[in-house]
T-cell receptor, first 116, second 115 residues
Framework: NAGVTQTPKFRILKIGQSMTLQCTQDMNHNYMYWYRQDPGMGLKLIYYSVGAGITDKGEVPNGYNVSRSTTEDFPLRLELAAPSQTSVYFCASRRGEGLGGDTEAFFGQGTRLTVV | GENVEQHPSTLSVQEGDSAVIKCTYSDSASNYFPWYKQELGKGPQLIID?????GEKKDQRIAVTLNKTAKHFSLHITETQPEDSAVYFC??????????????FGQGTTLQVKP
């Protein structure tokens, strides 16, 4: 089972460059999330989506954009990379809430991004 | 707004001792509180969770307690082992309907279990 797949695993960007972090899941989950992880700061929510065509801002959305055209994919776009965006990025997905209650979030392996 | 505070940021215990990590949340609308464990170089993985209609839940050496009145919840690990060494995150989910689902994490606790 592939689960949540993130690409690339590592990337170095120059200031001002743009890139897209890819995330895909094969579990037919409704909810998808993007987090960034900085040392001592935990996981900060950037954007999330509750289904195809629906996205919403999290705690730290500035400098990022997302789209959710399909259930499987939730790419994160950095338009003008800044050193402050140096971080480890995690994508996650959840089936959502239902009669059985809440469900587990599954995380990808992360993308380590350095902006120089 | 939604916020989860986690303490301590680091915790060192001797093998066999217990470890306790505490979290508080700001918004009483949260009704689901999972705990995740992150090993080096990997994404976080769920280890236990608790819903707002339950006060305590156990799974072998791991237990979670929830105090809704005080808006805090705790992770308890008994008989710690070196393989318990990792970063632990608490989280809260906001929203009472299926149209929401914002999952907010605490700052993380680095647990070191000394042999």
């Amino acid at each position: 089972n592939a689960g949540v797949t993130q690409t690339p695993k590592f990337r170095i960007l120059k200031i001002g460059q743009s890139m897209t972090l890819q995330c895909t899941q094969d579990m037919n989950h409704n909810y998808m999330y993007w987090y960034r992880q900085d040392p001592g700061m935990g996981l900060k929510l950037i954007y999330y989506s509750v289904g195809a065509g629906i996205t919403d801002k999290g705690e730290v959305p500035n400098g990022y954009n997302v789209s959710r055209s399909t259930t499987e994919d939730f790419p994160l776009r950095l338009e003008l990379a800044a050193p402050s965006q140096t971080s480890v990025y995690f994508c996650a997905s959840r089936r959502g809430e239902g009669l059985g209650g809440d469900t587990e979030a599954f995380f990808g392996q992360g993308t380590r991004l350095t902006v120089v | 707004g939604e916020n989860v505070e986690q303490h301590p940021s680091t915790l060192s215990v001797q093998e066999g001792d217990s470890a306790v990590i505490k979290c508080t949340y700001s918004d009483s609308a949260s009704n689901y509180f999972p705990w995740y464990k992150q090993e080096l170089g990997k994404g976080p993985q769920l280890i236990i969770d608790i819903r707002s209609n339950v006060g305590e839940k156990k799974d072998q050496r791991i237990a979670v307690t929830l105090n809704k009145t005080a808006k805090h919840f705790s992770l308890h690990i008994t008989e710690t082992q070196p393989e318990d060494s990792a970063v632990y995150f608490c989280a809260g989910r906001w929203g009472g309907s299926s149209n929401t689902g914002k999952l907010i994490f605490g700052q993380g606790t680095t647990l070191q279990v000394k042999p």
